[in-house]
């Protein structure tokens, strides 16, 4: 079956940088996109972007380039998400989802992963 | 695209039939995808291309519109289905999502 697990939480102080992880197991990791999202706490959800693993390429929202990378392992089937220069407003969950092929949507999501900013 | 769900809030009694709107600012065609979240839980996708049952998802959930205007019916609402429900548009970049309907208990 198919499954995204995420890294755990995150305590960082502001300015400096993150690093989540998602490893994905019961599916072909290569076969489809990985999207990030992110969702502060009871707030919406928000898109940040994608990363296609097979070939690395991205596409960031216009609000996080510059500040986001999102990469990924193909040996162990896990996309990463890097958030850099950390301020308290970047406090939120940050969830992988994958993207369907046939399936228009984010089909699959991991568990979630709480980054909290604080001093 | 801006997405604009209505209501952002709603209260309603098992049995009740419950939609919930989402307006596109521009149209999207029907590249439009809802999803079920509830408290300290990621997303579940229900509903893709406007109208399409995700597998898995019960026949009480439908889906419909094209264009700017789309719609989230529940015909008969269920204890397990008071959640938060979101609107997201994939015709474009950014990936955008409404800001959401909370179903509550009446």
């Known amino acids: 079956q198919v499954q995204l697990v995420q890294s755990g939480a995150e305590v960082k102080k502001p300015g400096a940088s993150v690093k989540v992880s998602c490893k994905a197991s019961?599916?072909?990791?290569?076969?489809?996109?990985m999207h990030w999202v992110r969702q502060a706490p009871g707030q919406g959800l928000e898109w940040m972007g994608w990363?296609?693993?097979?070939?690395?390429?991205?596409n960031y929202a216009q609000k996080f380039q510059g500040w986001v990378t999102m990469t990924r392992d193909t040996s162990i089937s896990t996309a990463y998400m890097e958030l850099s220069r950390l301020r308290s407003d970047d406090t939120a969950v940050y969830y992988c989802?994958?993207?369907?092929?046939?399936?228009?949507?984010?089909?699959?999501w991991g568990q979630g992963s709480l980054v909290t900013v604080s001093s | 695209i801006q997405l604009t769900q209505s209501p952002s809030f709603l209260s309603a009694s098992v049995g009740d039939r419950v939609t919930i709107t989402c307006r596109a600012s521009?149209?999207?065609?029907?590249?439009l995808a809802w999803y079920q979240q509830k408290p300290g839980k990621a997303p579940k996708l229900l509903i893709y291309?406007?109208?399409t049952l995700q597998s898995g998802v019960p026949s009480r959930f439908s889906g419909s519109g094209s264009g700017t205007e789309f719609t989230l019916t529940i015909s008969s609402l269920q204890p397990e289905d008071f959640a938060t429900y979101y609107c997201?548009?994939?015709?474009?970049?950014?990936?955008?999502f409404g800001g959401g309907t909370k179903v509550e208990i009446k």
């Open positions: 989802a994958r993207m369907g092929i046939l399936v228009r949507g984010f089909d699959y």
């Open positions: 019961g599916y072909t990791f290569t076969a489809y996109y």
């Open positions: 990363i296609n693993p097979n070939s690395g390429g991205t």
């Open positions: 521009q149209g999207i065609s029907s590249y």
């Open positions: 291309a406007a109208s």
């Open positions: 997201q548009q994939l015709n474009s970049y950014p990936r955008t």
